[in-house]
Nanobody
């Protein structure tokens, strides 16, 4: 069983930065895909970024060049560095993990077995 706990959310002005962290317990990193999703009020949960089992990162188009996902094997965390934040980035951000994804389904939240409870990110002046 994998337990995930997000932290690092908050209120930031447009153009600012935040770093989200997902603390992983219960299993090692080996063999898992680790992802960040987000959900804004009234909208469906959407894919933000993931680190595939082999370590390659993938990003959705609207965060490319602004967000960076990384994995720290020593600290057992999966981080999301978010720069140049925009009001449309406001959402609850969730960490997720799965061991049996195939590449074509990595953007589908229903394919992930493990989820954290989320952390709120608000971008406003």
């Amino acid at each position: 069983q994998v337990q995930l706990l997000e932290s690092g959310g908050g209120l930031v002005q447009p153009g600012g930065s935040l770093r989200l962290s997902c603390a992983v317990s219960g299993r090692t990193f080996s063999g898992y895909t680790w992802a960040w999703f987000r959900q804004a009020p009234g909208k469906e949960r959407e894919f933000v970024a993931c680190i595939w089992r082999g370590g390659r990162p993938y990003y959705t188009d609207f965060v490319k060049g602004r967000f960076t996902i990384s994995r720290d094997n020593d600290k057992n965390t999966v981080d999301l560095q978010m720069n140049d934040l925009k009001p449309e980035d406001t959402a609850v951000y969730f960490c997720a993990a799965d061991r049996q994804l195939i590449l074509s389904t990595m953007r589908s939240p229903e394919q992930y077995d493990y989820w954290g409870r989320g952390t709120q990110v608000s971008v406003s002046s």
